[in-house]
C-alpha cells in the first residue's frame, strides 16, 4: 500500500484530497477511537522500545554536541500539532547558536551548522530526541511532519487544505518523507503525500512506513543541507 501510495502521489499533484469523512455512525466512531488508541500504544511501545535501544547513540551524539561547540545540547523549537495546538519539539543542536536558528530552514553549505551537526543531519540523528516526543504524545511514529507555526501561516495562506495535516499527530516519519519529498522540494507535493497519507492511514500503512524509513535515510544524497525556504513552489 505504501508503495502504491508513492506511485500514485508521484503522478499527480491534487491538493484537494479529502480527508476521512466524518462517521456519524455509532460503530464507526467506535471503531475510530479503537484504531486511535491502537495507534498510541503502538507509539508508546514503539517510541520508549526505540528510546532505550537508541539510548547509547543518543548520549554519544549529545557528548559529540557538547564538545564539538559551545551552546545547549538540545534544540527546543515551537511547532504545530494535533487540532493546531502548539508543542516543543526537541532536537539534538546542530548549528550554532545565533538569532536566525530559530526561525530559518538550513541552505545547502549553511554555515550556521556546526562539522558535527553535519553528520547528525545526514543520518538523521538530530531528529532522535523526538521519540520523547512521542512518548508524551506530542507526535506520533507516523504522520506529517510537523511545521512551525509560522510557515503553518504562510503555507495555510497558499494551500487552503494545509490545515488538514493537523487533524493527527506529527508523526517522526511519513510518507512524504519516504517518498523523498524533504528539505528543498515541493510543499505541494508534501501536502499531497500527507493527504494521500490521511486517506488511508492504518497500522499497516504505518509499519510500511517505518519499515521504508532507514533505507530511506541512508540512500537519500540530498539530506543534508537542502532546506531552502525561498525556494518554495
Given at each position: 500500500l505504501a508503495i502504491s501510495l508513492i506511485r500514485r502521489s508521484e503522478n499527480t499533484v491534487n491538493t484537494s484530497l479529502p480527508l476521512p469523512s466524518n462517521k456519524g455512525e455509532s460503530n464507526c466512531q467506535a471503531a475510530h477511537i479503537l484504531e486511535d488508541a491502537l495507534k498510541r500504544g503502538v507509539d508508546l511501545l514503539g517510541g520508549?522500545?526505540?528510546?532505550?535501544?537508541?539510548?547509547?547513540?543518543?548520549?554519544?551524539?549529545?557528548?559529540?554536541?557538547?564538545?564539538?561547540?559551545?551552546?545547549?545540547?538540545?534544540?527546543?523549537?515551537?511547532?504545530?500539532?494535533?487540532?493546531?495546538?502548539?508543542?516543543?519539539?526537541?532536537?539534538?543542536?546542530?548549528?550554532?547558536?545565533?538569532?536566525?536558528?530559530?526561525c530559518g530552514w538550513t541552505t545547502e553549505d549553511d554555515v550556521r551548522v556546526t562539522p558535527f551537526g553535519a553528520i547528525l543531519r545526514r543520518f538523521s540523528l538530530d531528529e532522535l530526541p523526538q521519540l520523547w516526543n512521542v512518548i508524551i504524545g506530542d507526535m506520533s511514529l507516523v504522520g506529517p511532519r510537523p511545521e512551525t507555526p509560522h510557515y503553518v501561516r504562510i503555507f495555510s495562506e497558499r494551500f487552503p487544505d494545509y490545515p488538514k495535516r493537523h487533524a493527527v499527530r506529527p508523526g517522526l516519519t511519513g510518507l512524504a518523507q519516504i517518498m523523498g519529498l524533504r528539505g528543498n522540494t515541493s510543499i505541494r507535493r508534501r501536502l499531497e503525500a500527507d493527504l494521500a497519507y490521511l486517506s488511508h492511514q492504518s497500522l499497516f500503512l504505518d509499519l510500511a512506513i517505518l519499515l521504508l524509513t532507514p533505507g530511506r535515510v541512508l540512500s537519500s544524497e540530498e539530506k543534508a543541507f537542502v532546506r531552502n525556504r525561498r525556494s518554495m513552489p
Open positions: 520508549s522500545s526505540l528510546l532505550l535501544i537508541t539510548s547509547p547513540i543518543l548520549l554519544a551524539c549529545a557528548l559529540g554536541v557538547r564538545l564539538s561547540s559551545k551552546g545547549p545540547i538540545l534544540f527546543r523549537q515551537a511547532r504545530v500539532g494535533k487540532n493546531g495546538k502548539e508543542f516543543i519539539l526537541y532536537k539534538l543542536r546542530s548549528m550554532y547558536p545565533n538569532d536566525r536558528e530559530a
